[in-house]
């Protein structure tokens, strides 16, 4: 402890100091401290910074890698506004987010719930059990989608007939292919499981206590206790997935995308945003189209963000505010 | 990381004072007691049976597949022999664990270096360049896919495993930011008697802050074994040579192949789901302490 006071820290505060020593060690750390950074710094200007102007440039031209680019102006975004598979593929990714996310919050809060329940043994083996799904490779998500909601001989449908109800073709309807994939979605539900586990163990019992001494009903203390303390972590999971949920690719793609046979299969119903912009991009080398619809997505996603951060500020509570 | 500290270890001591748990839960009366053991059970089974489906369906013969018996009637281990005859499994195993190992070890050295540059000192620009690395985390690996694919092409690289790991090695916003939380809870005073002592900037990185954090960046390195496991998008775009596949890229092969767009001989496709899946499945048993930890902090942030 007594070395602080021996040797102060050199930060901005400290004008007792001689200044020639106290700058000259002050650039030595800051010089120290930007080399530790270098890797991310090189990383941000070679694959970040670059690429995005890159990409900008790239979303006026027609370029196809194999011939130089063709400067084209505004024109892929005028196309991609047209583009009749741009909407539906948008609409699409929309649909799946409206369904998947709060679905998604729905089933974790309650999975939660119900782990803050039991003793911590028990909580431990069913939070393992619940994370397994997200461990998984959403390659292997995608093969089980096909198989468990395939129409006439998958599980889900024998497991619905058996209690009298004539299960869809999930896999081929085009109205039930989102539903079928977000309610395998939420198989992978547990990550968020332990985030809401975690932001429930941090609610302060007491709480419950004064709630309980006020006659509180179990609904109650979950609506004025449970949810303003642990919105937090409800508004963190909110923009995550929403931000994931838009840029759903693999299962989808595994099961539907790839092979000619699967191409019409589900009559473009699982056609994601990413799923048409990777087709445009490394399947027809329409570089210069993808790179608009790419932006497009970018500003897509920072409106939803921002709207979504405006309307949950009102309900987040902040500890200490 | 005052605000971590606290949100952790501030609930410790009350919620340990009574016996178990908090109050509202722990009904009194039997029969919603019962109905919570249901619904909990009924959970764990609907977790658990695809991983069961799939296993069981994947040692069926072709006719049996989809008969949705947990126990096979008839066993076909041979189901795995074909998929490696079927196609370069092996290749594709080795492929797996090269590019995860090297997406994990170069993610975990290049963020543990830029965290501690973040967390340990004073420079100008360090704020905005922090938020920066924040920003990119909100940036859909979209808008820099096609620029960072044409880099590799230009470098003669398009068509390698490089490009599923080197980016890599200039540090991964996520773990960044990990990463720094754990730096900053170090002690300074720490630091401060090192340097008294004639240390170099190196030398308290090195024996000083990753030492003591070495389960951050265990959780750093899991986290990106399984990110870089699972990833399709990738090799997807880069690998053309089967030989080079990995294995979520040599299933989507073969789902093409065998399953959706071939005969339908969905063993042979669930023997190869089973093979993608269950190195993943026994590294989580192994480490799932970390893996839950890492999941647990990035909700804490708030």
């Given at each position: 402890?007594?070395?602080?006071?021996?040797?102060?820290?050199?930060?901005?505060?400290?004008?007792?100091?001689?200044?020639?020593?106290?700058?000259?060690?002050?650039?030595?750390?800051?010089?120290?401290?930007?080399?530790?950074?270098?890797?991310?710094?090189?990383?941000?200007?070679?694959?970040?910074?670059?690429?995005?102007?890159?990409?900008?440039?790239?979303?006026?031209?027609?370029?196809?890698?194999?011939?130089?680019?063709?400067?084209?102006?505004?024109?892929?975004?005028?196309?991609?506004?047209?583009?009749?598979?741009?909407?539906?593929?948008?609409?699409?990714?929309?649909?799946?987010?409206?369904?998947?996310?709060?679905?998604?919050?729905?089933?974790?809060?309650?999975?939660?719930?119900?782990?803050?329940?039991?003793?911590?043994?028990?909580?431990?083996?069913?939070?393992?059990?619940?994370?397994?799904?997200?461990?998984?490779?959403?390659?292997?998500?995608?093969?089980?989608?096909?198989?468990?909601?395939?129409?006439?001989?998958?599980?889900?449908?024998?497991?619905?007939?058996?209690?009298?109800?004539?299960?869809?073709?999930?896999?081929?309807?085009?109205?039930?292919?989102?539903?079928?994939?977000?309610?395998?979605?939420?198989?992978?539900?547990?990550?968020?499981?332990?985030?809401?586990?975690?932001?429930?163990?941090?609610?302060?019992?007491?709480?419950?206590?004064?709630?309980?001494?006020?006659?509180?009903?179990?609904?109650?203390?979950?609506?004025?206790?449970?949810?303003?303390?642990?919105?937090?972590?409800?508004?963190?999971?909110?923009?995550?997935?929403?931000?994931?949920?838009?840029?759903?690719?693999?299962?989808?793609?595994?099961?539907?995308?790839?092979?000619?046979?699967?191409?019409?299969?589900?009559?473009?119903?699982?056609?994601?945003?990413?799923?048409?912009?990777?087709?445009?991009?490394?399947?027809?080398?329409?570089?210069?189209?993808?790179?608009?619809?790419?932006?497009?997505?970018?500003?897509?996603?920072?409106?939803?963000?921002?709207?979504?951060?405006?309307?949950?500020?009102?309900?987040?509570?902040?500890?200490?505010? | 990381?005052?605000?971590?500290?606290?949100?952790?270890?501030?609930?410790?001591?009350?919620?340990?004072?009574?016996?178990?748990?908090?109050?509202?839960g722990r009904s009194r009366r039997p029969l919603s007691r019962i109905a919570f053991w249901v619904i909990l059970l009924g959970a764990s089974v609907i977790f658990l049976y695809p991983f069961l489906w799939l296993v069981s369906a994947s040692l069926k013969p072709r006719p049996e597949v989809f008969d949705n018996l947990l126990v096979p009637r008839r066993y076909a281990p041979g189901n795995y022999v074909e998929v490696w005859q079927a196609a370069p499994v092996l290749d594709w195993l080795v492929n797996s664990v090269?590019?995860?190992?090297?997406?994990?070890?170069?993610?975990?050295?290049?963020?543990?270096?830029?965290?501690?540059?973040?967390?340990?000192?004073?420079?100008?620009?360090?704020?905005?360049?922090?938020?920066?690395?924040?920003?990119?985390?909100?940036?859909?690996?979209?808008?820099?896919?096609?620029?960072?694919?044409?880099i590799w092409n230009g470098a003669g690289l398009a068509t390698t495993q490089v490009p599923l790991w080197a980016g890599n090695l200039f540090g991964s916003a996520f773990y960044i930011f990990l990463l720094r939380q754990f730096f900053l809870g170090l002690p300074r005073e720490l630091f401060e008697a090192a340097r008294v002592d004639g240390a170099s900037y190196w030398t308290m990185f090195w024996r000083i802050a990753v030492p003591l954090c070495k389960p951050a960046l265990i959780v750093t390195f899991v986290f990106?074994?399984?990110?870089?496991?699972?990833?399709?998008?990738?090799?997807?775009?880069?690998?053309?040579?089967?030989?080079?596949?990995?294995?979520?890229?040599?299933?989507?092969?073969?789902?093409?192949?065998?399953?959706?767009?071939?005969?339908?001989?969905?063993?042979?496709?669930?023997?190869?789901?089973?093979?993608?899946?269950?190195?993943?499945?026994?590294?989580?048993?192994?480490?799932?302490?970390?893996?839950?930890?890492?999941?647990?902090?990035?909700?804490?942030?708030?």
């Amino acid at each position: 402890m007594s070395s602080i006071a021996v040797t102060p820290a050199p930060g901005p505060r400290t004008p007792a100091r001689p200044r020639g020593r106290a700058t000259g060690l002050r650039r030595r750390e800051a010089l120290a401290g930007y080399g530790f950074l270098s890797p991310w710094i090189i990383g941000f200007g070679v694959f970040m910074a670059g690429p995005m102007i890159a990409s900008f440039v790239l979303s006026l031209t027609d370029y196809d890698v194999l011939t130089s680019p063709d400067y084209v102006g505004w024109s892929n975004y005028q196309d991609l506004l047209a583009d009749p598979k741009v909407r539906m593929s948008l609409a699409n990714t929309l649909v799946f987010a409206m369904l998947q996310v709060p679905l998604t919050m729905m089933a974790a809060l309650g999975l939660a719930s119900l782990l803050a329940r039991v003793g911590r043994r028990s909580a431990g083996f069913f939070r393992t059990l619940f994370y397994l799904p997200v461990v998984t490779p959403k390659v292997a998500v995608g093969v089980l989608f096909l198989l468990l909601f395939n129409g006439q001989v998958g599980l889900i449908n024998s497991a619905l007939e058996w209690i009298g109800i004539d299960g869809p073709q999930w896999t081929t309807d085009a109205s039930w292919v989102k539903p079928g994939l977000v309610t395998m979605s939420l198989w992978s539900v547990g990550g968020t499981v332990v985030i809401y586990l975690a932001a429930l163990k941090n609610v302060p019992s007491e709480l419950y206590e004064a709630a309980a001494i006020d006659g509180a009903s179990a609904w109650q203390q979950f609506r004025n206790v449970t949810l303003p303390m642990i919105s937090g972590a409800l508004f963190f999971t909110f923009i995550v997935l929403t931000i994931a949920a838009l840029q759903v690719f693999d299962e989808a793609y595994t099961a539907f995308y790839g092979s000619r046979a699967a191409a019409s299969y589900s009559s473009d119903a699982a056609l994601f945003y990413l799923i048409y912009l990777f087709q445009q991009a490394f399947q027809f080398l329409h570089m210069g189209y993808a790179s608009a619809m790419a932006w497009l997505l970018f500003v897509v996603i920072v409106i939803i963000t921002i709207i979504q951060v405006r309307v949950s500020r009102r309900f987040v509570y902040y500890e200490g505010e | 990381m005052s605000s971590v500290q606290t949100m952790t270890a501030a609930p410790n001591p009350t919620t340990a004072a009574p016996p178990r748990g908090p109050a509202p839960g722990r009904s009194r009366r039997p029969l919603s007691r019962i109905a919570f053991w249901v619904i909990l059970l009924g959970a764990s089974v609907i977790f658990l049976y695809p991983f069961l489906w799939l296993v069981s369906a994947s040692l069926k013969p072709r006719p049996e597949v989809f008969d949705n018996l947990l126990v096979p009637r008839r066993y076909a281990p041979g189901n795995y022999v074909e998929v490696w005859q079927a196609a370069p499994v092996l290749d594709w195993l080795v492929n797996s664990v090269t590019v995860s190992l090297a997406a994990a070890v170069t993610v975990t050295v290049s963020s543990s270096l830029v965290a501690f540059g973040f967390a340990h000192f004073r420079f100008p620009g360090r704020n905005v360049l922090f938020g920066l690395v924040l920003g990119t985390m909100m940036l859909p690996a979209a808008v820099t896919m096609i620029p960072v694919y044409l880099i590799w092409n230009g470098a003669g690289l398009a068509t390698t495993q490089v490009p599923l790991w080197a980016g890599n090695l200039f540090g991964s916003a996520f773990y960044i930011f990990l990463l720094r939380q754990f730096f900053l809870g170090l002690p300074r005073e720490l630091f401060e008697a090192a340097r008294v002592d004639g240390a170099s900037y190196w030398t308290m990185f090195w024996r000083i802050a990753v030492p003591l954090c070495k389960p951050a960046l265990i959780v750093t390195f899991v986290f990106e074994i399984q990110a870089s496991w699972s990833d399709l998008m990738r090799p997807l775009i880069y690998l053309r040579d089967p030989e080079l596949f990995t294995l979520p890229r040599g299933l989507k092969a073969i789902v093409d192949q065998f399953g959706q767009g071939g005969e339908a001989e969905w063993e042979i496709v669930l023997a190869g789901s089973v093979i993608t899946t269950l190195p993943m499945i026994i590294l989580f048993f192994i480490l799932q302490r970390y893996f839950v930890e890492g999941i647990a902090t990035q909700g804490r942030k708030g």
